[in-house]
C-alpha cells in the first residue's frame, strides 16, 4: 500500500528540514510513499498573493498525511487554515530532554495535548468603538470533552501515569470552567487518576520540577505557550515535533518556525522535523517504524553531528546523513 | 506624617506572612505608620457569605496603600475586586535570582509589567447554547498605552536597558494587534530601544536565557503566566512580590497563594511579602527605606535561616528577626 504523503515545505528553514525529513521516510524500506509538494507562505504570497494557494489545501485535504515545515510571517494565514483541512482537534506536542544534551531540566518527558480548534484560535474579533477592541474566546463542550477523551487515551496508551488537565477557570469561570468540567468528568468516567492546575502556577511547576508531569491537557492558546516554555526545558524547538491530529486526516510540523536569521546556510537542526515524521509514521500505524527513527535521532543527538544550535558545527545535512545511517 | 496601610492578611499563610511584613515596617524608625486590619478570604466568606466584605473594600479604598496576605478558594474573588477598588492600572512583579540560592536560572533579574484591568480579566462570559460558551477578551488603546507608558518609564527609572513587548498579534490580529502598535508607538515617542516578541516565544526564550531580559510589557493573563514562568525560573513563589499601581493608590501583595498544605505551621516563607512590604516603601516615596529591606532580605538568603521551601528548617518568625536584625 502507498500512502500519499503532501510535503509543504514552506518559507525559511522549512525549504531546509522538510526534504531531510523526507529522505528519512524514503529510506524505510517497509513502507511505501508518493510524496506531493505543494507551496505555502511568504514566498508563493509574494507571487500569488495567497499565502496558502488552493491547489495546497487541496493536496492537503485529499492526502493520507501532510508534512509541513515552517512559514515567515504568514505562519498564522497556513497553519491555521491547514488545521482546518486536515480537520485537526488536537495537536500533539512532545517536550523530551535527550540523554548528553545540554537542557535547563534534563529529565523532561511530557506531551502536551492541545485543543485545536477554538478559543481565541476562533479569530472572532472587532474594534467595537474607537480603540477599543474585543475577541470572543470560545469554549464548547463537544471540543472540551474531544481532547480530553484524546488525552486521557494518549497518557494510557503511551504509558504515562500524570495526567494535568490545566485551565484559568479561577478567572474564566464560564469558558475554562466548561473546559474544566467537561475534561475532569472524562477522567471521572474513565476512572483514570489526574491532576487539574491553575495554568499560571503549573508554568512555575513546570518549570522547578518537570519531572512530575506527563500528559498535560489544555486549552489551545494555553497549550501554545506551556508547550514553548517546555520546549525551553529540553533545548529549543530545534527539538520539538508535533502533530495535529483529525478524524481521518492529520498533519505533522516541527514546534520552530522558519527562522529567517538562519535559513539558507544549511545548518538548521532537522531533528524536530524528522521526529514530526515519526509521528506521521505512527498515525500511519508504523509504530515500530516511528520508534526506530525516535532512536536514531535519539542516537545521533546523544554522539552524532550537531548543528550550531546544540553547539556543533555540522550541517543539516550531515544530520540526515547520519540518522539515516543509524536507522 | 503618617501612612495609614490597610492590612488584609486573608487565608492560610496570609495569616502569618502578613505579621511578619507589618513587623518589619514598624521597625523602620523613619517612617510612622497606621496599621488597620481587614478581613477577606474564605474564613470570612464562611462567617458572613462575603469574601470582601465592604467593610475591608472601604479600608482600602480610603488608606494610603494597602497589604493584602493571601486569600484560598476565594482569592479571585478578593484579589480582583480590590485591585479595582485601589484603582490599579500596572501589576508589577519584580522577578530576581538571589545569591546563594537554588534557582534554575541564578542569573536572572526581570521586572513583569502586566496590564492590571482588562484582557479576559473583564468577566464579560456567557453561555450563548448549550454547551457553547464565551469569554470577551477587551483591549484599549487607553488602557494599552497607560502600561506601556508606565512600563517604559519603569525601565528607565530603574536602569533596565532591555524591552520587551509581549503579545499575540498573530492570531489576535485586532485585539493584540491593538496592544503592539500603541506600546510599540509609546516606545517609538520616547525614542526608546525595545522588542517585540510572541508570547509563546517569549516563554521558550525565556526559560532558555532570561538574562537576555530586562522588563516584560504584556497584557494581563499573558502576564500572570509569564511571571509565575518566571518565579519557576528562581526558585518559586515564596520569593516574588508584587505591586498593583493605581493612580493615587496601590496594593502590594506577594505573588503567592494561601498555600493550605503548610498553613498553620509558622513555617511560610515570608520573603515574598517582605519584599512587597519594600515595594510599599518605595511606593510612599522611602527609597532608601525600600531599598534598605530588599538588601536585609539578600542577606538573609545568602546566609541566614531559610524556611523549608528552600530546604532549610527555619521558621516564618527566624527569618523576619533574621532580616530586622539585618535592618
Ligand atoms: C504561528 C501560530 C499561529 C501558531 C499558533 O499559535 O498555533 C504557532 O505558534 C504554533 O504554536 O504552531
Ligand atoms: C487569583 C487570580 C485571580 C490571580 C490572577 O490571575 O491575577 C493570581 O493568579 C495572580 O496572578 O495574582
Redesign the pocket.
Given at each position: 500500500m502507498t500512502h500519499e504523503i503532501a510535503v509543504i515545505p514552506g518559507d525559511g528553514i522549512g525549504q531546509e528540514v522538510t526534504p531531510a525529513a523526507v529522505e528519512v521516510l524514503e529510506a524505510i524500506d517497509a513502507v511505501d510513499f508518493d510524496f506531493v509538494e505543494g507551496e505555502a507562505g511568504d514566498a508563493v504570497k509574494g507571487e500569488t498573493g495567497e499565502a496558502l494557494p488552493n491547489e495546497t489545501r487541496k493536496l492537503a485535504a485529499d492526502a493520507d498525511a501532510t508534512l509541513f515545515g515552517a512559514a515567515g510571517e504568514t505562519a498564522a494565514d497556513v497553519i491555521l487554515p491547514l488545521r482546518q483541512v486536515v480537520g485537526s482537534f488536537a495537536n500533539v506536542r512532545p517536550a523530551r530532554s535527550y540523554p548528553g544534551l545540554d537542557a535547563v531540566q534534563p529529565d523532561t518527558d511530557i506531551v502536551f495535548i492541545r485543543e485545536n480548534t477554538e478559543g481565541v484560535y476562533k479569530g472572532i474579533e472587532s474594534e467595537i468603538a474607537e480603540g477599543v477592541t474585543t475577541c470572543t474566546r470560545v469554549i464548547t463542550e463537544d471540543a472540551s470533552e474531544k481532547i480530553a477523551e484524546y488525552g486521557f487515551s494518549y497518557a494510557k496508551q503511551n504509558g504515562y501515569d500524570d495526567v494535568t488537565i490545566a485551565h484559568k477557570a479561577?478567572?474564566m469561570r464560564t469558558t475554562d470552567g466548561l473546559f474544566l468540567d467537561t475534561a475532569s468528568a472524562v477522567g471521572e468516567d474513565r476512572d483514570a487518576s489526574y491532576d487539574t492546575a491553575?495554568m499560571?502556577a503549573l508554568a512555575m511547576h513546570l518549570v522547578m520540577n518537570p519531572q512530575d508531569y506527563g500528559v498535560v491537557i489544555s486549552p489551545n492558546l494555553a497549550g501554545d505557550m506551556l508547550s514553548d516554555l517546555a520546549a525551553g526545558l529540553v533545548g529549543g524547538l530545534g527539538l520539538l515535533p508535533s502533530a495535529n491530529i483529525g478524524e481521518e486526516n492529520a498533519l505533522f510540523e516541527p514546534v520552530h518556525g522558519s527562522a529567517p536569521d538562519i535559513a539558507g546556510e544549511g545548518i538548521a537542526n532537522p531533528s524536530a522535523m524528522i521526529l514530526s515524521a515519526a509521528m506521521l509514521l505512527d498515525h500511519l500505524g508504523y509504530d515500530e517504524q516511528g520508534d526506530a527513527v525516535r532512536s536514531a535521532v535519539e542516537r545521533v543527538l546523544d554522539s552524532g553531528p550537531r548543528t550550531p544550535d546544540l553547539g556543533g558545527d555540522a550541517s543539516t545535512e550531515d544530520v540526515t546523513a547520519a540518522v539515516i545511517d543509524e536507522l
Open positions: 479561577n478567572v491553575l499560571d
